[in-house]
């Protein structure tokens, strides 16, 4: 039997079979993916597409989910936050999204939009991540502060969000220490307001009530019915 299957018999493959995870991610804006907080290059696969993605030890596959031919091959990112996408691949024309966050930016201040413009020109759609984390700090902070922030990265340079967070929050806890600081003062006791009556008014009701309440007693060896 051996001899009759042997014409169809193929060598065995050199390397054991090769587990991995699958997962489903939708194509970004910035045509990646996100996988373990890193984003790996997805093109051609269409932005706001479904994607199948297998993730090796070393490796990163992404698919097409309905036929499953191999789209992109990466290596496996070993830091958080890295980007797999060639520089020639990034897409540097404003979508709907960058003007949503120019707009936001704008409304938190002129420094704000400035910086989150500068983020844009220098990464593209890349950089949609860091201006959606500038716009969401005025929905923790006060929008000055943010704005504050801002001007201050931008005459030093600064243009991580990481960076601008940190300014914002120190900037956040010095509010709160001349808060602490501040001098309480003391409201003096007062007789004389628009919201206190008279004294004369309070003996005329005291008088009113007492008049009223000697009326309606009995007299002396008389009972209630």
Sequence with gaps: MFQEERPYLRPLPTTGFRYFTEVVRTVWDDITVNIDRSNYAARPAPIGSLVSVRI???????RDRRTQALLRTHPRALQAGSLELPEDERPFNPSRQSAFLLASAGDIG?????LCQHMFDSEGRVGHRAMWGIVC???KYPARLVEQACDHALRH????YKQVRA???RLFEQALERLDQ??????PLTQDHPLIRPAAEYGELFTLGAQHGAESQPPTGETQA
């Design 167 to 169: 300014i914002v929050e």
């Design 137 to 139: 700090l005025a929905k």
């Design 110 to 114: 002129p420094h704000t939009k400035a």
């Design 157 to 160: 340079h600064v243009y991580r």
């Design 56 to 62: 090796y030890d070393s490796t990163v596959e992404i």
């Design 182 to 187: 501040a001098p309480q003062l003391e409201l």
